[in-house]
């Protein structure tokens, strides 16, 4: 009886063990998947998903560092030749691309004004296409909403003929979100035509 009662008590301090081991293993494991599962909404804090005609994706939370001047001009850049340089083929493509670098209701004035010119159609018409040539950015990131001017040409070009139409604007840049459709986190907005007579360049320039 004895021996009965002793082994009992051998077994039943072997299952306190294993309890209180089982419990260590546990609370252990919950500090893991609480500190795994605090790092994941950090950085799920850091992303916003963006919905647009690619599907979805995930886009880099807006932050207070102010851009560059290079940000800024780049992305200048990338919408004016988006939306001003185009043929009958890449038109679309391109317009699709340089709305999303500019506030809607902005971006749509311009193109109206394209669908009114009936621009591709006329593409298609003449076989033309035009190209930008770029002459000044100037961009203030000093103070928000950044603002600035940019001076260009528009080449159209019609078969064996040329002619230059000037374009110039001034515009204001607000933060958002970086994406893979506006890489650089900044939209235009307020994008106003201004007059601009730029000097004509000489056929030595324009072969240049």
Do not use: C
């Amino acid at each position: 009886m004895k021996g009965v009662a002793q082994n009992f008590n051998e077994a039943f301090k072997a299952l306190k063990f294993i309890t209180a081991l089982a419990v260590a293993l546990l609370f252990i494991s919950n500090i893991v998947w609480f500190i795994f599962f605090s790092h994941e909404v950090e950085k799920l804090n850091n992303k916003i998903f963006v919905v647009s005609d690619n599907g979805t994706m995930t886009a880099v939370a807006k932050t207070e560092q102010t851009p560059s001047i290079y940000e800024a001009k780049n992305h200048i850049k990338t919408f004016m030749y988006m939306m001003f340089a185009h043929d009958a083929e890449t038109f679309k493509d391109h317009i699709n691309i340089g709305l999303k670098l500019i506030e809607r209701t902005d971006g749509l004035a311009i193109y109206e004004g394209f669908k009114r010119g009936q621009v591709l159609e006329n593409y298609s018409k003449y076989n033309s296409r035009t190209l930008l040539e770029i002459d000044s950015i100037q961009v203030n990131v000093a103070i928000e909403p950044y603002n600035g001017i940019v001076y260009a040409r528009q080449i159209a070009l019609y078969q064996k003929e040329r002619s230059m139409k000037p374009i110039a604007a001034r515009f204001e840049l607000i933060r958002t979100y970086r994406s893979e459709d506006n890489p650089f986190g900044l939209l235009l907005k307020n994008f106003t035509f201004i007059s601009y007579n730029p000097p004509v360049k000489t056929r030595e320039e324009i072969h240049d």
